[in-house]
């Protein structure tokens, strides 16, 4: 079969950028106000996101150009760098407001969580990859089962416990909401890869048993999600319930059109504007189809990964690019039911918005890899393969899935 590059995703491309010049744009007009406090010509978030911003591009188009065939083999070197700079920023760390998230990098801060979110996509792809349908075998005692059993599901399992080790050191920092994206990411990307129900059933009990013990191990977080339907009261509107009421009083205030650029009063009262709650400026200023048209560059962005994704013949590119998905779309929906107040406040940026130079870095290349993948021939990457027709393994590989029992 001849092989021909194919062209990039122009409307990923085209889709991404806009996302980010919007975001840059909101995170200035969301700064200004406190820059200006102080005595700032340009908020400092602005200019760390315009430098990202053209870094994330630039890395972006690199990366795209670098053949897909290495992805699944750098990816365990990638899983360790990522976890050993997770264990690092605990120890040498930049602390802020008791958690300890950040290397400070001169006028710049990195967040490794933030790149853990796309390791964790390319880890999980290329163990889930490998994967062939569960035999069950036959055992006739509880030694057997063990040895088996239990001793080859584990092995099978290894790529999600690895990630689950990620999220543990996550949690740590303390960062439940990102660690809690990228469990519910790599959990629809089992759901893809074709894990039997009962395996499914199962992860989804331990991990809501492991989320409500975490939820309970810190004071804070059970107050938070307890005293959210009683946010509005006079004790609590003005404390525990103060982020939330502002973010759904801005977007009320936007109506369908907005109240105007810079012209908002959001930006003036929450804490931290340009980050987790810049949707609240968003639709406070642009109003309803400001917000709308934000959330749609990241829906357009997210299906067209989907789209481009269930094309491919490769199992590992085709889970690559759905865990892609996976990842920008439930870190979209929870950032906006959070801004919106259908649930409490939990730090989850909007992708490609909030302020987050390491975040748009990993977004950034995460296109790049996407787009690597498009471009290339659209055949199987396993090596000694022999070359398939594309149109008849695409229907094959949607029908075959791995099942672990």
């Given at each position: ?252 205030s936007g109506g369908v059109i907005g109240v105007g650029l810079g012209q908002g009063r959001a930006k003036h009262t929450l804490p931290e504007p340009t980050t987790d709650f810049i949707l609240s400026t968003i639709g406070e200023e642009m109003g309803l189809l400001g917000s709308l048209f934000a959330i749609a560059l990241l829906a ?61 870095l990993a977004l950034w290349m995460g296109i790049g890899m996407a787009q690597s993948i498009i471009t290339s021939p659209n055949i199987r990457l396993e090596e000694g393969a022999e070359p398939v027709n594309p149109e008849k393994a695409v229907i094959s590989a949607r029908t075959r899935a791995a099942s672990i029992r």
């Open positions: 079969m001849k092989r021909t590059t194919n062209n990039p995703d122009y409307v990923l491309y085209g889709a991404a950028i806009i996302a980010t010049l919007f975001g840059v744009l909101s995170v200035w007009d969301a700064g200004y106000a406190g820059a200006a406090a102080m005595g700032q010509l340009l908020p400092r978030q602005f200019i760390s996101q315009t430098v990202f911003a053209v870094l994330g591009v630039i890395f972006g188009i690199g990366i795209s150009k670098v053949s897909p065939k290495v992805w699944p083999k750098w990816a365990g070197w990638a899983m360790l760098a990522s976890v050993l700079m997770l264990v690092a920023v605990l120890f040498v760390g930049n602390t802020i407001n008791g958690a300890t998230r950040w290397f400070k990098l001169g006028p710049f801060s990195f967040q490794p969580s933030e790149l853990a979110k796309l390791v964790c996509v390319m880890y999980l792809s290329a163990g889930l990859a490998k994967l062939e349908p569960w035999k069950q075998p036959k055992i006739k005692n509880w030694a057997q089962r063990l040895d088996r059993v239990w001793l080859p599901k584990i092995k099978r399992g290894w790529p999600f416990i690895a990630v689950m080790f990620s999220v543990l050191l996550i949690e740590v920092e303390p960062d439940l909401a990102t660690a809690m994206v990228i469990v519910a990411g790599s959990f629809l990307m089992l759901i893809v890869a074709g894990v039997s129900r009962k395996s499914l059933f199962t992860l989804a009990a331990l991990g809501g048993a492991v989320v409500l013990m975490l939820v309970i191990k810190e004071p804070y977080r059970l107050e938070r999600i307890t005293n959210h339907t009683s946010r509005w009261s006079e004790n609590k509107i003005e404390s525990i319930g103060f982020q939330t009421t502002q973010s759904e009083t801005a977007l009320a357009t962005i997210s299906w067209r990964l989907y789209a481009q994704g269930m094309t491919r013949v490769s199992r590992y590119e085709r889970l690559f690019m759905m865990g892609m998905a996976c990842w920008i779309s439930v870190q979209t929906v929870a950032n906006v039911i959070m801004a919106n107040g259908s649930v409490a406040a939990m730090g989850v940026p909007l992708p490609f918005f909030s302020a987050g130079g390491s975040s748009l």
